[in-house]
């Protein structure tokens, strides 16, 4: 994996706020990913949520499902708009969790799809061998849980499933052990964003727990010129390109196998974060949400 953090187009911008000619680049503002899809979208009620989709679904082979999970105080789809809508243009289905359950919303995603199955509508064009699992903050720390959990569903993910987790909190439902033994052939990208709010070290310490995943499988990205609510409404497409190039590629690799996608979804961060210096981490008490919590006794190791 290339040993660089990329921020924009011209230079990298590293944690400690300087830039640098990178060693090597795999540009993220790619010609073929980042933009949105050619399906238009629409939504379905289900059980008091909305199921996203390409509109014209029902003329299209099963469409792959991505499970979004948002942050704690942005539980509204809105929040997430530009993000879902992009996702469900490509061709994909988002179900979208609509509250602040934590733990148990792997069961919700599972329950939901099965009742859903029993009613007219989108859901027998969802294909789950084809799973992803997005997440912001609180989502993003529940993303782990969820995908793990998913999984071990008879079917589910078994060709192809991937996490996405954007600037997440702690790794809720899940011990050390359960992140060391996550299912072997998930890809996954972990994205990190300023220093504002969220202690880097539960992040970090998430992504060197995760030992049954190769390094090709998975990235950690830094982007220190955006901050903790980057990934919220009112963002044009070409605003959100730090999230939605990778995130398109990832999607592109996990679900169709386009091995052109793997390089910009899975190659644009780094293995080793803190080897590579990508991070800089202050004291506790230079964040809004310290990694000091009763999680902390597992999850907040890193250079503790």
């Not at 052939?185 to 049954?212: C, E, F, M, W």
Request: with cysteine.
């Amino acid at each position: 994996m290339k040993k660089v953090i990329l921020v924009s187009l011209v230079v990298v911008v590293t944690a400690f706020g300087g830039t640098t000619k990178p060693i090597s680049k795999v540009s993220t503002s790619s010609k073929s990913f980042g933009k949105m899809g050619k399906h238009k979208v629409s939504f379905e009620f289900h059980g008091g949520t909305k199921i996203f989709f390409p509109k014209d679904i029902s003329k299209n082979k099963p469409t792959p499902v991505v499970f979004f999970i948002p942050g704690y105080s942005m539980v509204k789809s809105d929040n997430y708009k530009t993000i879902i809508n992009f996702i469900a243009s490509h061709g994909y289905t988002v179900i979208y969790a609509p509250d602040k359950k934590i733990l148990n919303k792997a069961d919700w995603f599972v329950n939901l799809v099965s009742r859903a199955a029993k009613e007219k509508g989108v859901s027998p064009y969802i294909d789950t061998s084809r799973i992803g699992v997005v997440g912001h903050s609180v989502g993003g720390g529940s993303t782990f849980y969820v995908l793990d959990k998913l999984s071990k569903n008879e079917g589910w993910g078994d060709n192809g499933k991937f996490i996405f987790a954007l600037d997440p909190y702690f790794p809720y439902g899940m011990s050390e052990k359960d992140l060391q033994n996550l299912p072997q052939d998930t890809n996954i990208v972990v994205q990190k964003y300023g220093h504002r709010r969220s202690d880097p070290r539960i992040a970090l310490t998430t992504y060197y727990s995760l030992d049954s995943i190769a390094d090709n499988k998975k990235d950690y990205q830094v982007y220190s010129d955006v901050d903790h609510s980057y990934p919220t409404a009112n963002k044009s497409v070409t605003e959100l390109k730090y999230t939605l190039e990778p995130l398109d590629a990832l999607m592109s690799y996990t679900f169709e196998g386009n091995m052109d996608a793997r390089d910009v979804a899975l190659e644009i961060g780094s293995d080793d974060p803190i080897g590579d210096n990508i991070e800089l981490i202050k004291s506790r008490e230079s964040y809004k949400y310290k990694c000091n919590s009763v999680y902390g006794n597992r999850f907040c190791k890193i250079l503790n």
